[in-house]
């Protein structure tokens, strides 16, 4: 097996990314997003084939809750590792990447949203140095399904200090 590369996404990437992932109006978005400045999309590649995906949401967030008490913070979303792929580090090597470019990029926090039901992510994210935030859970839209509607989830949030900027 190669060695991981993370790399930001381009838009030649999408036929390879949603033949492996799915996810099609997904990955358009988030692709289109980024063009636009609003976002990146982080992919780990191993033998040249994309075995998961962070996206960093760099536009106000979509709550209240989130533009309220945590304004200008990055969040980390959509973090996946394909299924033959999970529980080999890949999903913790997305997160510093991410965590990484967001620091050179001067951000000093970088906050996520997990559903109370997946303390198994809850768990990694702690790991990772993320902490729940005081506040209450969030309703949280979920990702758009093909038939582009939109779910709510119940989310914890949780927040990491990133260490080395001053606050942008």
Known sequence: MSELRIREAGSADLPQLTHVMGQEPYFTDRLSRQKDGLGRLLVAWQDDRPVGVVYLW????????????????????????????????????????????????????????????NDRAARLYARL????????????????????????????????PLVGRPRK
């Not at 299924?83 to 906050?111: C, P």
């Not at 729940?132 to 914890?156: F, K, M, Q, Y």
């Open 58 to 117: 760099l536009e106000p967030a979509e709550e209240a809750e989130l533009r309220e008490h945590l304004p200008d913070t990055p969040l980390l979303t959509h973090l996946e590792t394909h299924v033959e792929h999970r529980a080999r580090g890949i999903g913790t090597s997305l997160v510093r990447a991410a965590e990484q470019w967001l620091t050179e990029k001067g951000y000093d926090r970088v906050a996520l949203a997990v559903e109370t039901t």
């Open 129 to 160: 140095g993320y902490r729940e935030w005081p506040h209450s859970t969030v309703r949280c839209l979920s990702l758009t399904d093909s038939a582009g509607r939109r779910n709510v989830e119940i989310c914890r949030i949780m927040v990491k």
